[in-house]
């Protein structure tokens, strides 16, 4: 989970990325500590409502993509359950290469995130396609986006599309709102440049 990887485990996580250990690490992202009732972790997004950020939480997400590039591991990649092919494809090859492989899965929690369960696949589609959640492969230090997010580089859907359907964003500020769309107009412009070659 996200609590066990981005903050109780990272240091594990770490060592074995760096170490060069042959093993396939998946992170399954809620953006909380779900397992003992939604308490804020480092992956909690800003605005949130957790039981421990009742007011939304005031800090940014914790990069943990970015920790983990830092570690240059053969493979690297983003899915989201929401598109299971995607995300079968991407353990297929992973399996398949030798040394240390790491994947970031976004799962969207009807509980948690309070919506209504039935819109888990929406929800997950909706934060591909307004940018928040970048599809990706990184294979020996080349990176290339994948699946619907080919489509979300060019064109978006704004961030409050999907932060407007869930509850726990009930209390996000006007100003919580542009900093989030920011924080994807610059990742979405980061990667994009890396993708292409010129970072």
Not at 41 to 47: K, V
Not at 93 to 117: D, E
Request: contains cysteine; charged residues 25%; aromatic residues 8%.
């Amino acid at each position: 989970g996200d609590g066990g990887t981005i903050d109780i485990g990272i240091q594990a996580l770490s060592g074995a990325l760096e170490r060069g250990t042959d093993f396939l690490y998946i992170c399954y992202d809620n953006e909380a500590y779900s397992n003992t009732g939604m308490q804020r972790s480092g992956a909690t997004p800003l605005g949130a409502m957790t039981t421990t950020t009742p007011g939304g939480k005031k800090d940014h997400k914790k990069d943990l993509d970015a920790i983990v590039a830092a570690h240059n591991p053969v493979y690297q990649a983003t899915a989201c359950a929401a598109y299971p092919q995607d995300l079968f494809n991407k353990v297929e090859k992973a399996l398949t290469i030798p040394g240390p492989k790491f994947m970031h899965v976004l799962a969207p929690c009807p509980p948690g995130w309070r919506f209504p369960s039935e819109k888990t696949i929406e929800m997950g589609k909706l934060a591909v396609k307004s940018g928040l959640w970048v599809l990706y492969e990184r294979e020996n230090g080349k990176l290339t986006i994948t699946g619907a997010s080919k489509a979300a580089m060019k064109k978006r859907i704004p961030v409050e599309d999907y932060l407007s359907v869930q509850g726990r964003f009930r209390k996000i500020t006007a100003e919580e709102t542009a900093e989030v769309q920011k924080t994807v107009e610059d990742t979405i412009a980061r990667l994009q440049r890396e993708a292409d070659g010129i970072c």
